[in-house]
């Protein structure tokens, strides 16, 4: 039976963009179809797999976290399933079912593994090696593997955009619905919350496979960023062509027209925060400051997505450091090769 009933309690912090989760930290909140339409871009981005990258990350994230808490007694299995149900409803990635290790209701295959194999290392107290196979549209089944010799997950490092501090929030307006089998929708449309720290292991995961070729519509040379400069950058390309592959309208008739669409799009939803600084209508040059936060790479990512959509010209964007803040600026890329 279908039921639909308003969950997840959301917090925001104010003029920031991060969405805070009760049980998870910080989160985004992703759209079904972003979230597909991003990884394949992603993938093909740093041209190596990275399922099993991904996987690692998000489930040392939730290990980390201590998502899962202990249960013992004659009703462990029982309060388990019923815990379970819950971390798949917070973050909308469908329903585990112990008895055929199946997720059903997948929003995404390798978030399902993640989910998964997470819930099972954390019932029966071990690691695993996991294959998965995928015998019908939205379930995926889990194939496991006593792995002991897998180590327990460690801090991650903070990536070199991000900082570590503690902000006031206030409850966010978001009002996400939970249908049957753990199933998360927004507006209208399916969605996930995936914590910060998931995809902060997972981006540290990736740094031996991305390319250090130079290009010329991207330059964050002051930045000082070494290695995570070519990570940076991967993450940019794919979350603009993520969003140029949406339908999302981008209108901008002056300076002002840019708070509007950043709010909605990125504030909004936990993908960060950007304040303009300046907006030339005569060649469309902008600028804004964004403040060191994890979110960062999405930020600049849609705000250049949205910056191509509304002007029709392929971006170049420079970057700068000023104390802790990112001092950002998009151009065309055609004019800026015409100079």
């Not at 070199?160 to 927004?186: A, G, V």
Request: include cysteine; proline fraction near 5%.
């Amino acid at each position: 039976m279908r039921f639909i009933e308003p969950i997840v309690t959301l917090d925001i912090v104010p003029k920031r963009g991060q969405l805070i989760h009760p049980l998870f930290g910080e989160v985004v909140l992703w759209r079904q179809h972003e979230f597909h339409t991003w990884w394949n871009q992603f993938e093909a981005i740093i041209d190596h797999p990275l399922s099993r990258t991904f996987i690692n990350g998000v489930v040392d994230s939730l290990e980390f976290k201590n998502a899962m808490p202990r249960f013992g007694g004659l009703f462990r299995k029982k309060k388990f399933k019923k815990e379970s149900d819950r971390i798949g409803g917070q973050l909308g990635w469908g329903t585990f079912q112990f008895e055929n290790q199946n997720v059903v209701q997948s929003a995404h295959p390798l978030l399902s593994v993640a989910l998964g194999q997470y819930l099972l290392e954390a019932y029966h107290e071990q690691r695993f090696k996991v294959r998965w196979v995928e015998p019908r549209p939205q379930t995926v089944r889990l194939e496991i593997e006593a792995s002991p010799d897998i180590p327990h997950p460690k801090p991650v490092e903070s990536l070199p955009w991000s900082i570590t501090q503690q902000m006031k929030t206030t409850d966010s307006w978001l009002i996400l619905d939970r249908h049957s089998q753990n199933e998360l929708n927004f507006e209208g449309e399916r969605v996930v919350l995936i914590p910060v720290e998931s995809m902060d292991r997972f981006l540290s995961g990736c740094l031996p496979y991305v390319s250090q070729q130079d290009v010329q519509w991207f330059d964050a040379d002051s930045c000082k960023l070494d290695s995570y400069e070519y990570l940076l950058r991967a993450t940019i390309q794919s979350i603009s062509s993520m969003f140029l592959k949406s339908e999302q309208p981008v209108y901008i008739i002056d300076g002002s027209s840019w708070a509007a669409y950043i709010e909605n799009y990125i504030c909004e939803r936990g993908w960060g925060n950007a304040h303009v600084t300046s907006y030339d209508t005569s060649d469309f040059s902008l600028e804004l400051t964004i403040p060191m936060q994890s979110q960062l790479p999405f930020t600049i990512g849609l705000l250049c997505g949205m910056w191509e959509r509304a002007h029709g010209r392929a971006y170049r964007l420079s970057l700068r450091i000023e104390s802790d803040t990112f001092v950002l600026q998009i151009q065309s890329l055609l004019d800026y090769e015409n100079q």
